[in-house]
C-alpha cells in the first residue's frame, strides 16, 4: 500500500513537471513569439469610409461629415499626460477632461504601443486653425474621421436608421467595427452593415524596440464607399410624413410598386437619428421613451394590428381555395348571426343588414355575415395555412431588421400559447380580421400587391449595393379566374361605386383605383349595446384603427398604397384621402405610365 502512495505521488509530480514544461516551452512560446513579432512590426489599420446611402434620384439620405480624431501617445508619464490634456482642453474648451484621461489610462499598458484615442471627433472647420501648433507634438496624433451624418432627419429615421457607438460584444464579432468603433443599430445601417463598414487596409512597419519606425513593410488599401442605392423618393417620402403631421395622425403609410420596390414608407411620429451618432442624452431618450405615441417603434415591420376588413380579399381566396362553388352562392344578412342554440349575435357593422350578398357585393360593402358564414365552412385551420400562403402573419423578407411576423392563428397556436381549445366563434371574428389576427403594415401591402398582379413579391427598400442590382423574387399564386376577378371588381367597387366604403375620397382621380377600407376595432363591444357610439365620440385610445389598402391602375397595377391611421375610426374617412393625395402627387410626378 505505501509503495502504490509513493508511486502515485511520484507519478503526480512528473505529470505536473511536464505540463509545465509544455506551457514554458511551447505553448508560452507562441504568446511570447507573438510578442516579440509586435515589438519589431507594427501593424497599422487605415480604417474604410463608411459608404453613403441614396435615394432613387441620388439625394444623400446617409452621409460622412469630414473631421478628425485625437490620440495621445501611450506610456506618457503623469506630468507629460497632464502637460498634453492641459493643451487639449485650453484648444477646445467642450472637451472633457475628466473622461480623456480615464480613456487614456484604461489602455495605456505596458503592451500597448499605439496611440490611444481619447476625442472621437472634432469637426473640420475647428481644427484647421490649430492643426499646425497640434501637430508639433509628438505625443498627440491627429487624424483624418468621419461622422455619420443623416441631412433629412426624422423622414427617414425608421427606414435609414443610424449608426452609434458598438458595444463590447459587437466589437468582438467584427474586426472592422472593433478599429472604427462604430456601427450599425437600427434600419438599412444595421441590415447593410457589413457592406456600409467595407474592410480595413494596413500598413506594416518595421519598428525599434522604442517603438520608432524603421521602414514601411506593406500597405494594403481599404475596400470602401461601398454605397446604397435606395428605390425611395425623399420627395415623396416627405409630402407623406408632412400629410400625417399636419393631421395629427399616428400610423404606417407604405408606397411600393407591385413589383415589389418600395418607393416611400412613413412611420410616423418619427425621431431624429442624429441624436444617437455621438450618444443620445439621458434628457432626450426619456423624452422618446414616455411619447405614447411611441417615435422610436419601426411600426413599418414592428407595428403588428388587427386587419380588420382588409382581410375579407384574402378570406375570399380561402374559400376559392378550399372550395371554389362556395363563392357561387349568395349570403343573406339581417345584420347578425348566431351559431347553434347560442343566442350570441356576432353583429355586422351594418344592424340592418345587407340583405342577400353575392362576393362582389360583401367586399364592396364590407358585409361581415357573409364571412362569418363561410368561414364555418372552411375551419379555422384551412383559414390559417391560406391566409399565411397570401403573406399574412408572416415575415415579407423586406429589408430591415427584426421583421415581425404578427399572428394568423389556428387550433394548435392557440393551444400552445393558451392551453385553451379552439371555439366556432373564435373562427367567425378571425374571419374579418378580429380576435387573435395581427399583421404588419408592409405585409398588408406585400398581400395587397399579390391581390392585384397574382404574384406573392419580396418588398425591397434598396434598389442597389455596392453596384450590385438587387433581384427581386416573386411566387405565382393560382385562383379560380373568375373568382379572382369578382374580388377585383369589388374591390374597383370600394372605390368607384356610390355604395363603396371609399367612394367620397377616390372616385375622381386622375387614374382609376381599387381599394378596400378597414376598421379593426381595439375593444369589445358588449351584447347589451344596442345603439354603438360613433368613432368620433369614443375616447381616443377607445377609437379602432383605420385602414385602407389599394393598387392602381385598376386595369394595370402598377402601385401598392397601403395605410393605416391608428385610432382614426374609419378607413374611408381618415386613411383613404391620404392615399388620393398619394395617388395625385405620383400622377402629378408622371409615375404612371
Known amino acids: 500500500m505505501k509503495y502504490r502512495i509513493v508511486f502515485i505521488i511520484f507519478v503526480s509530480i512528473w505529470a505536473i513537471m511536464l505540463a509545465r514544461l509544455y506551457h514554458v516551452s511551447i505553448k508560452s512560446n507562441f504568446y511570447y513569439e507573438k510578442l ?13 469610409i463608411r459608404g453613403e446611402i441614396t435615394d432613387a434620384k441620388g439625394n444623400l439620405l446617409a452621409m460622412n461629415q469630414i473631421g478628425f480624431s485625437i490620440s495621445i501617445k501611450p506610456h506618457l508619464k503623469e506630468k507629460q499626460l497632464e502637460y498634453i490634456s492641459d493643451i ?39 481644427m484647421m486653425s490649430v492643426y499646425p501648433q497640434l501637430s508639433m507634438y509628438d505625443e498627440v496624433k491627429i487624424e483624418a474621421e468621419t461622422k455619420r451624418y443623416y441631412p433629412y432627419g426624422k423622414f427617414t429615421a425608421h427606414i435609414v436608421g443610424y449608426t452609434g457607438r458598438a458595444n463590447k460584444k459587437e466589437t468582438q464579432k467584427d474586426i472592422v467595427v472593433n478599429e472604427v468603433g462604430k456601427v450599425g443599430k437600427s434600419g438599412l445601417e444595421k441590415y447593410y452593415n457589413k457592406v456600409l463598414e467595407g474592410n480595413l487596409g494596413y500598413l506594416m512597419h518595421k519598428v525599434t524596440a522604442t517603438n520608432k519606425e524603421v521602414e514601411l513593410l506593406k500597405k494594403v488599401a481599404p475596400k470602401d464607399n461601398k454605397n446604397i442605392e435606395l428605390n425611395l423618393d425623399i420627395d415623396l417620402q416627405q409630402m407623406i410624413y408632412k400629410e400625417f403631421e399636419d393631421h395629427n395622425y399616428t400610423g404606417v403609410a407604405i408606397v411600393m410598386r407591385t413589383s415589389g420596390e418600395v418607393l416611400a414608407a412613413v412611420s410616423y411620429p418619427s425621431y431624429d437619428p442624429n441624436l444617437f451618432v455621438s450618444g443620445i442624452s439621458h434628457k432626450d431618450w426619456k423624452k422618446l421613451q414616455e411619447d405614447l405615441a411611441h417615435p422610436f417603434t419601426n411600426k413599418i415591420v414592428h407595428g403588428t394590428y388587427p386587419p380588420g376588413s382588409s382581410i375579407k380579399m384574402g378570406m375570399a381566396l380561402v374559400f376559392d381555395k378550399v372550395n371554389p362553388s362556395l363563392l357561387n352562392s349568395d349570403e343573406f344578412c339581417n345584420g347578425h348571426m348566431t351559431i347553434g342554440k347560442s343566442k350570441h349575435k356576432f ?247
Open 88 to 126: 487639449l482642453v485650453d484648444t477646445f474648451p467642450d472637451l472633457n477632461r475628466t473622461i480623456m484621461l480615464k480613456v487614456y489610462k484604461k489602455h495605456s499598458s505596458a503592451y500597448n504601443h499605439k496611440y490611444i484615442k481619447v476625442v472621437d471627433f472634432i469637426k473640420y472647420a475647428d
Open 36 to 48: 516579440a513579432k509586435d515589438n519589431i512590426e507594427r501593424k497599422e489599420y487605415i480604417k474604410p
Open 347 to 593: 353583429r355586422c357593422w351594418n344592424k340592418y343588414g345587407h340583405g342577400f350578398v353575392s362576393l362582389r357585393k360583401a367586399i364592396r360593402e364590407s358585409c361581415d355575415v357573409y364571412f362569418y358564414n363561410k368561414s364555418l365552412k372552411v375551419g379555422i385551420n384551412a383559414m390559417a395555412r391560406y391566409l399565411r400562403s397570401f403573406g399574412l402573419g408572416i415575415k415579407t423578407g423586406i429589408d430591415l431588421p427584426k421583421e415581425y411576423n404578427g399572428v394568423i392563428p389556428n387550433k394548435e397556436w392557440k393551444m400552445k400559447r393558451y392551453k385553451q381549445p379552439w371555439y366556432m366563434g373564435e373562427t367567425v371574428i378571425a374571419a374579418i380580421g378580429q380576435g387573435y389576427d395581427l399583421v404588419t403594415p408592409i405585409q398588408v401591402a406585400r398581400y395587397t400587391a399579390l391581390l392585384a398582379t397574382s404574384y406573392l413579391v419580396t418588398p425591397s427598400i434598396a434598389k442597389k449595393v455596392d453596384g450590385k442590382v438587387i433581384k427581386h423574387s416573386k411566387k405565382k399564386m393560382f385562383f379560380t379566374p373568375q373568382n379572382l376577378n369578382e374580388v377585383r371588381l369589388g374591390m374597383y367597387d370600394v372605390c368607384n361605386s356610390r355604395k363603396g366604403t371609399a367612394y367620397k375620397a377616390m372616385h375622381n382621380l386622375p387614374i382609376v383605383v381599387a381599394g378596400k377600407t378597414g376598421t379593426s376595432q381595439v375593444t369589445s363591444i358588449s351584447q347589451s349595446t344596442i345603439h354603438r357610439l360613433k368613432e368620433s365620440e369614443l375616447e381616443y385610445y377607445h377609437r379602432s384603427h383605420a385602414w385602407f389598402t389599394s393598387y392602381a391602375p385598376y386595369k394595370n397595377p402598377q402601385f401598392v398604397v397601403s395605410i393605416i391611421v391608428e385610432h382614426g375610426g374609419h378607413g374611408g374617412s381618415t386613411s383613404a384621402p391620404i392615399a388620393a393625395d398619394i395617388y395625385k402627387w405620383l400622377y402629378i410626378h408622371s409615375y404612371f405610365r
